[in-house]
């Protein structure tokens, strides 16, 4: 099966531009997740989605961040204004099944640098 | 809050030799899952535990989940070049959070030499 896909790979911007990152989860999978993962750290929850709703947004920061999943297959992830502590990799992964020990699948991800 | 702590941070060794990599926590996990991470790529799922006492065996690598699920182990024996990547274990809190959801430790990185 087709893996998660994600683009760009890579994006340099200046501080309090706007970003946008897309993601394509595996075809059935309803559990839809943004982790951030700066460098030498393991990655963080951004948001959960659940089909087209919103699971676990508690950890977005919601003044510069904000997701979305439309007719709950891809997604998108946009940044406005980006900060440069906001330089990171930006990993999406997906899931079929939402319950005790289910893995995820993740995509390359991408990596963000903003100056 | 809850954490996992990953310990060494930092692991390089020489080909056929063995490791064992540490993930510690106070806060009771209902699964907890190991990931192999290379640059540039997004993780991977290695193996994921869910009973106490638990011990899975993937080839050369053998993963253990704590009695009382708070921590995880994971050995590898006789290393080769071929492991070299970051090692992520990612629980699943029993208490709190939603769902699906894991928390992630920091890591260990591996280095393999020939």
């Known amino acids: 099966e087709a893996g998660v896909a994600q683009s760009p790979r890579y994006k340099i911007i200046e501080k309090r531009q706007s970003v946008a990152f897309w993601c394509n989860p595996i075809s059935g999978h309803a559990t839809l997740y943004w982790y951030q993962q700066i460098l030498g750290q393991g990655p963080k929850l951004l948001i ?3 089909n087209n ?17 439309l007719k709950g297959v891809d997604s998108t992830l946009k940044i406005q204004p980006a900060k440069l502590e906001d330089s990171a990799v ?10 005790v020990g289910y893995g995820y699948t993740f995509g390359s991800g991408t990596r963000l640098t903003v100056v | 809050t809850q954490l996992l702590e990953q310990s060494p941070q930092f692991l390089s060794i020489q080909e056929g030799e063995n490791l064992t990599v540490y993930c510690n926590s106070s806060s009771v996990f209902s699964s907890l899952q190991w990931y192999r991470q290379e640059p540039g790529e997004g993780p991977v ?21 704590g009695d009382a699920r ?24 029993r208490f ?4 699906g959801n894991l928390i992630f430790g920091k890591g260990t990185k591996l280095s393999v030499k020939p």
């Open chain 2, 96 to 99: 709190g959070g939603s769902q």
């Open chain 2, 70 to 93: 708070k921590d995880s182990s994971l050995h590898i024996t006789a290393a080769q070049p071929g492991d070299t990547g970051l090692y992520l274990c990612a629980g699943e809190p």
């Open chain 2, 45 to 65: 799922l290695l193996v994921t535990v869910v009973t106490g006492g638990e011990v899975k065996k993937l080839k050369r690598l053998t993963f253990q989940f």
């Open chain 1, 90 to 99: 930006y990993l999406c992964a997906s899931s079929n099944l939402v319950g």
């Open chain 1, 53 to 69: 709703g919103v699971v676990d947004d508690s950890q977005l920061p919601k003044d510069r961040f904000s997701a979305e999943r």
């Open chain 1, 48 to 50: 959960q989605f659940q």
